[in-house]
T-cell receptor, first 112, second 115 residues
Framework: KQEVTQIPAALSVPEGENLVLNCSFTDSAIYNLQWFRQDPGKGLTSLLLIQSSQREQTSGRLNASLDKSSGRSTLYIAASQPGDSATYLCAVSGGGADGLTFGKGTHLIIQP | NAGVMQNPRHLVRRRGQEARLRCSPMKGHSHVYWYRQLPEEGLKFMVYLQKENIIDESGMPKERFSAEFPKEGPSILRIQQVVRGDSAAYFC?????????????FGPGTRLTVL
């Protein structure tokens, strides 16, 4: 059974810092990995999708990497802004499951 | 191109009543997924459907829960005889055919409160 773990569970940093969020998964037989953002009381916004054959994806200040063999992904946020404050979720497709398997998220606060 | 639509956004039911949650996928998407987010827990997969077919319902509770995605109209998640433990946010996602490799797009969710 696929399990996804996100570290840290919570993070608070001053505005302007670069930061890294970590995600690990137990079954490397994945099709893809998605990073999402969830604001309080809201739905999920897809940030980046990395196919299993890819090593990284970039969108603006966000960069996500994938090391499938070791079961790890990182989300790098450059020059953080208060508007980046949200919960960031990592999810994988495959590994024996038809739906996405989610981690519990990293709750990020960017201090102005 | 409208995104995934869910309604109602908020639903209040008393114990024993039925809850019906609706999801309209993005235009051109034929695959629908339902997830549940319990308070203080992560999102959990419930069911995966294509038009007129349930592909995987391994995450659905064995009783009281059912889902459908008819040829015409939205996907429906139905919860019969709701209990307080059903209170949660229910999210729907959709994707293009070739589901496993495609990005899933999520709706805003329906927040169910059972009194």
């Amino acid at each position: 059974k696929q399990e996804v773990t996100q570290i840290p569970a919570a993070l608070s940093v001053p505005e302007g810092e670069n930061l890294v969020l970590n995600c690990s998964f137990t079954d490397s037989a994945i099709y893809n990995l998605q990073w999402f953002r969830q604001d309080p009381g809201k739905g999920l916004t897809s940030l980046l999708l990395i196919q299993s054959s890819q090593r990284e994806q970039t969108s603006g200040r966000l960069n996500a990497s994938l090391d499938k063999s070791s079961g790890r992904s990182t989300l790098y946020i450059a020059a953080s802004q208060p508007g980046d404050s949200a919960t960031y979720l990592c999810a994988v497709s495959g590994g024996g499951a038809d739906g996405l398997t989610f981690g519990k998220g990293t709750h990020l606060i960017i201090q102005p | 191109n409208a995104g995934v639509m869910q309604n109602p956004r908020h639903l209040v039911r008393r114990r024993g009543q039925e809850a019906r949650l609706r999801c309209s996928p993005m235009k051109g998407h034929s695959h629908v997924y339902w997830y549940r987010q319990l308070p203080e827990e992560g999102l959990k997969f419930m069911v995966y459907l294509q038009k007129e077919n349930i592909i995987d319902e391994s995450g659905m509770p064995k009783e009281r829960f059912s889902a459908e995605f008819p040829k015409e109209g939205p996907s429906i998640l139905r919860i019969q005889q709701v209990v307080r433990g059903d209170s949660a946010a229910y999210f729907c996602a959709s994707s293009l055919p070739g589901a496993f490799r495609n990005e899933q797009f999520f709706g805003p969710g329906t927040r169910l409160t059972v009194l």
